[in-house]
């Protein structure tokens, strides 16, 4: 039975035409903006770090989860739950700051564990690192920890910044030659050249001159036991059962269960939004510590209690950008004044999502030119076979085959199709 969600245009206003996707991305930019581009040049200083052993231990135990025996995946397995707590097969940067605070301590500073969110969820294009990544993510937070705890002891006000100084005193802290010209390597690290250099200048420049760390150059299978960037131990990370007959029963049961709570929702959230009282109460709710603006994670727990059928990872992100991407402020928060607005978006893109939930056949959160031939009578759309392709190829913008959330968003408001 073909989608159809009906809702009032006044709604929808503030999202078709208006949402913004940003650019094109490559499928891998993640790992390879960080990974060495080209060796250092012919007579460059080539530095070299060490860590002192401080995080051998912990590198060991990642080491171990990774190594593709039966105690080790089942270490693995066991991590991926503890920090995937709500089981949606995706973590979030907040989520990954909660598992590390409560079982990793040594290893919670917080800029290196942003630029390991940053290069390990790029992959899929939805700020989430799926779990698939996971052995990428644990690699990541080895690797820039090991490049903060270096970046810490040369920056002696702690400021987060090298001057010249700084870096000049603690060039010792990079094994380099005392005959070293201190202005010419500082100069490479100060990309910008803004005086001083930063944690993520640091980072790249330690890739892009391909600086061993405690002689391990960084790329993309440095945690790697088998020597390739999708060992043979996690290829069940991407390959997906194919439902039984029993099965796909009661995945359809579920889905009707599904579309049942949205419709109830959507009109929950219409009334509302029609009530000046329901919606300051429910705004309320949702910014807890009274400051007038809230957080994508303050957004999250607000609809999971409120409303769990919208409670979906990729439509509330997406949600989150559209409503941020509209507002007249650029401080990374839903204002007040923005809030019917995001509940409109929230509606909206749920809706996308159960509709792209309906063609993605194996709930990889990607869908194939196939998955999508065969959708979409389901999903309502009525083209022919040469139509189907040639809306596919459009849609995947970035030629990797696949559909993203994303990508389908932003044909469905291109398109205006009513949801």
Same mark, same amino acid.
């Given at each position: ?29 993640g790992?390879q903006?960080?990974?060495?581009? $080209? ?10 770090? @060490?860590?002192?052993?401080?995080f ?10 990774? @190594? ?5 995946k ?14 949606n ?19 919670y ?9 940053? $290069?390990?969820?790029?992959?899929h294009? *939805? ?6 990544e ?5 690699r ?8 903060w ?14 001057t ?13 030659? *005392?005959? &070293?010209?201190?202005? &010419? ?37 440095t ?17 997906h ?5 029993t ?17 109830? $929702? ?8 029609k ?39 990729p ?10 991407k ?27 999502? $159960? ?6 056949a *194996? ?10 031939? @065969? ?14 392709? *040639? ?29």
């Open positions: 039975m073909a989608l159809a969600f009906h809702i009032d245009r006044s709604m929808n206003r503030s999202v078709y035409g208006n949402v913004g996707y940003g650019s094109k991305k490559l499928a891998t930019a790992l903006a960080m990974s060495p581009r $080209a060796s250092a040049g012919a007579g460059a200083i080539k530095p070299r770090m @060490s860590t002192n052993h401080v051998d231990d912990l590198e060991k135990k990642f080491r171990e989860w990774v @190594s593709g025996t039966a105690k080790g089942a270490e693995l397995w066991k991590a991926w739950r503890d920090i995937d707590y709500n089981g097969h995706i973590v979030s940067l907040a989520e990954i700051d909660k598992w590390v605070v409560e079982h990793f301590m040594s290893f500073h917080k800029p290196a564990l942003m630029r390991a969110y940053r $290069a390990s969820s790029k992959v294009g *939805d700020d989430y690192v799926h779990k698939s996971f052995p990428c993510l644990l990541n937070i080895v690797f820039f920890n090991k490049l705890s270096v970046f810490e002891g040369m920056d002696e006000n702690a400021d987060r910044h090298l010249f100084h700084e870096f000049q005193r603690g060039l010792v802290a990079l094994n380099v030659p *005392d005959s &070293t010209n201190a202005s &010419t390597v500082f100069k490479e690290l100060d990309r910008n050249n803004g005086g001083v250099v930063l944690f993520d200048e640091f980072c790249t420049w330690v890739a892009a001159v391909h600086c061993p760390v405690d002689s391990t150059v960084y790329d993309a299978t945690m790697s036991p088998s020597g390739t960037s999708v060992p043979a131990e996690f290829k069940h990370f991407t390959q059962q194919h439902p039984g007959h099965q796909q029963k009661t995945l359809g049961a579920k889905k009707d269960a599904h579309l049942g709570a949205l419709k109830a $929702a959507e009109a929950k959230i219409h009334e509302t939004v009530s000046k009282r329901k919606l300051q109460t429910f705004w309320r709710g949702m910014d807890v510590n009274g400051n007038g603006l809230v957080s994508l994670a303050e957004i999250d727990k607000a609809v999971s209690e409120n409303y769990p059928c919208l409670d979906n990872a439509a509330l992100m997406r949600a989150f950008k559209a409503t941020l509209n507002s007249d402020r650029d401080d990374g928060y839903v204002h007040k004044h923005d809030f019917t607005v995001l509940l409109r978006n929230i509606l909206y893109f749920n809706q996308c999502w $159960a509709v792209f939930e309906t063609g993605d *194996d709930h990889d959160r990607r869908m194939t030119l196939q998955e999508f031939q @065969s959708g979409c009578a389901s999903m309502g759309f009525k083209m022919s076979s040469p139509e189907m392709l *040639d809306e596919f190829n459009y849609m995947d913008s970035n030629g990797g085959g696949k559909i993203l959330f994303n990508e389908f968003c932003k044909w469905v408001g291109q398109k205006k199709m009513p949801l």
